[in-house]
């Protein structure tokens, strides 16, 4: 062990310091540093038994990853050549057909688009035309009794 760090396992000022700190901030890393400081010399023993374990136990997840990656998750090969000529060729059948239905995918949501855009469009002409009825002024003729609407340059804003 390094003896010359800053910060090791010994009564030095600065763990001295870091453990009276760690009491005033929060009393847990208090106990933590003082824990540090008595134990922290068995501490390379701990992380060799914890490295060791953790890697047991990610062994197994790596011999899982390797099953996924011979189920078509990756690239290995079995070792069957007619086995792994035909899977590949039914990988790029699979990604072909999936290409394929994403292209027909984007055109029918372009057309369910352009539908929408359509039927919004047909609503506010709709409106509009209904809209300019109802506030278009209107001038009754004194001669034949009639009612016309007056429709001229700027009678309506949105008609300029």
Request: proline letters at 3%.
């Amino acid at each position: 062990m390094n003896t010359s760090a800053l910060i090791r396992p010994a009564w030095t000022p600065a763990t001295i310091a870091l453990m009276v700190i760690g009491f005033m901030v929060f009393w847990p890393l208090g106990f933590a540093m003082l824990a540090y400081i008595i134990w922290g010399d068995r501490l390379d023993g701990f992380k060799r038994d914890v490295n060791r374990a953790t890697d047991g136990i990610f062994a197994g997840c790596r011999r899982g990853s390797d099953k996924a990656a011979r189920w078509g998750h990756g690239s290995t090969r079995t070792g069957n050549v007619a086995f792994d000529d035909w899977r590949e060729k039914e990988l790029e059948r699979l990604n072909e057909e999936r290409r394929k239905l994403d292209e027909m995918l984007t055109q029918f949501d372009e057309y369910a688009r352009e539908l929408r855009r359509a039927k919004d469009q047909d609503e506010f002409d709709r409106f509009m035309a209904n809209r300019n009825k109802s506030t278009a002024p209107t001038k009754t003729d004194p001669s034949t009794g009639t009612t016309t609407t007056k429709r001229g340059k700027g009678s309506n804003l949105l008609d300029d």
